[in-house]
């Protein structure tokens, strides 16, 4: 297999590296420090159509490959984190999972505001007490024969009070377990449906995450995705292709805190020459720089195993395994690197390690990953 760039992918990873120097990098620490979306970021985001790049362009989508947004995420993640998650949730959770599985209706109802900027889109599967086992859901969408009649809170949701189109996993049959799980389109507005505090986060400041309260909302069954009964196995799938972009985020953090330690060793002297020179910061330097290529291979051959059609649970859950090691080792030295200096805001390195954290945690933990990985070696 060949990771080399066309033409086109070149030019991609070239708009994106600009857009984020140019448009994310001047009040990326404001926002962190506010908590502060970025609404006109976003906007532009969707102009140059990075919220629905692997949408069929029929709906409004670029209809690129999955490397391309592996691409993008990887350079709007070395500046801004909380910019790259949401492009993640809109693409890969949102975009994906309604092209992929929702009817000809809902395609064209959704999509085409999805894709342009037009909305944004969040999905929702945890809950304070269904994290990691998503199989314990407690929203509940009691079929009512056209209409289901949904209960429930949602917790950590990305894009939670910011987006207009919701995805929201919830039990219709708990005799069922899993195979009772159905996935349902909610749209902002909704009567009963109400939007939670924002949390005090670590990291990703600049995205907005919320609970949500679902109190005998009414939904058609028209915005179920799939049939009765599919909406564990939508969730997970979804979740699957997720990892690859967040894999990418870690990269992303990881090769942009990198980026900037190795430029600081450059110009910082100490005992009379640039701290380059010392070999105990050039050792660091060469451990990271190799750590990061290798997580970029990772990212990458998942990208490759999607584009063309392989399994690619196994190869996303090891990238997002890796990469999110790597960004938070980097990140760690990358301050350590720094010094000083890499305690303070302006710098942005201790900004990059709080950001790191999440891609730990979020659409599956380093541990979910290690069982998916297990599973799936032990099983050949």
Known sequence: MNFSLSEEQGLIQQAARDFAQNELLPGVIERDEKQEFPTEEVKKMGELGFLGMMVDPKYGGSGLDTLS??????????????????????????????????????????????????????????????????????????DKGDHYILNGTKNWITNGSSAEIYLVIAQTDKEKKHRGINALIIE???????????????????????????????????????????????????????????????????????ELALKYSKERKAFGTEISNHQAIAFKLADMHTQIQAARNLVYQAAWDKDNDEDYDLSGAMAKLYASQIAMETT??????????????DYHVERLMRDAKITQIYEGTSEIQKIVISRSILKT
């Not at 990703?204 to 799939?226: A, M, Q, Y």
């Not at 760690?332 to 805001?345: L, P, R, T």
Request: one cysteine or more.
């Open 69 to 142: 947004y592996v691409l993008v995420m990887e350079e709007l993640s070395k500046i801004d984190a909380s910019s790259s998650v949401i492009v993640s949730v809109n693409n890969s959770l949102v975009c994906w999972g309604l092209e992929t599985f929702g009817t000809e209706a809902q395609k064209e109802k959704y999509l085409t505001r999805l894709t342009t900027g037009e909305a944004i889109g969040a999905f929702c599967l945890s809950e304070p007490e269904a994290g990691s086992d998503a199989t314990s859901q407690k929203t509940t969408a009691i």
């Open 188 to 258: 902002k507005g909704a009567e009963g449906f109400e939007i939670g505090p924002k949390e005090n986060k670590l990291g990703i400041r600049g995205s907005d995450t919320h609970s949500l309260v679902f109190n005998d909302v009414k939904v058609p069954k028209e915005n179920r995705i799939g049939e009765d009964g599919f909406g564990f196995k939508f969730a997970m799938k979804t979740l699957a292709g997720g990892r690859i972009g967040i894999a990418a985020q870690a990269l992303g953090i990881a090769a942009g805190a990198y």
């Open 332 to 345: 760690v030295e990358a301050v350590q690197i720094h010094g000083g200096n890499g305690f303070v805001k």
